[in-house]
């Protein structure tokens, strides 16, 4: 599976408002978060780099650059949020809406908030 681009960093990026809305299925556990962190190192740890800096390989090259997913700005937002902009994405980052199950986005949302810790 060919991994997609990263969350975008530019801070114009909005959620509508109803994504705020959307309530995370899974339990902050242990299995959800190994789940997550599989599914990231396949999918996201080339461009958001290992411990989610934004300092991936792929990154590196990208306009604008990878979000810091381990900042203030990305672990303030809901989970909601986070699963919105993984769910729909935005040049450079693609869409996983059709790569990803649910489920599997929503590991991602858990295992980002692992990353802020």
Same mark, same amino acid.
């Given at each position: 599976m060919t991994p997609f681009v990263a969350f975008s960093q530019s801070s114009d990026w909005e959620a509508p408002k109803e994504a705020d809305d959307l309530q995370n299925p899974l339990h902050? @556990?242990?299995e959800a978060t190994v789940e997550g962190k599989e599914l990231y190192d396949k999918m996201c740890v080339i461009c958001h780099g290992?411990?989610?800096? !934004?300092? !991936?390989?792929? !990154?590196? @090259?990208?306009?604008?650059?990878?979000? @810091?997913?381990?900042?203030?700005?990305v672990q303030q937002q809901t989970d909601g949020v986070i699963y919105?902009?993984?769910?729909?994405?935005?040049?450079?980052?693609?869409?996983?809406?059709?790569?990803?199950?649910?489920?599997?986005?929503?590991?991602?949302? @858990?295992?980002?908030?692992?990353l802020g810790k």
């Amino acid at each position: 599976m060919t991994p997609f681009v990263a969350f975008s960093q530019s801070s114009d990026w909005e959620a509508p408002k109803e994504a705020d809305d959307l309530q995370n299925p899974l339990h902050q @556990n242990s299995e959800a978060t190994v789940e997550g962190k599989e599914l990231y190192d396949k999918m996201c740890v080339i461009c958001h780099g290992k411990k989610g800096k !934004g300092d !991936g390989v792929a !990154g590196m @090259n990208l306009s604008p650059r990878p979000t @810091n997913l381990t900042s203030s700005s990305v672990q303030q937002q809901t989970d909601g949020v986070i699963y919105w902009k993984i769910t729909e994405g935005r040049a450079p980052m693609a869409s996983y809406k059709n790569t990803l199950e649910e489920e599997q986005r929503w590991q991602l949302v @858990n295992y980002i908030r692992e990353l802020g810790k």
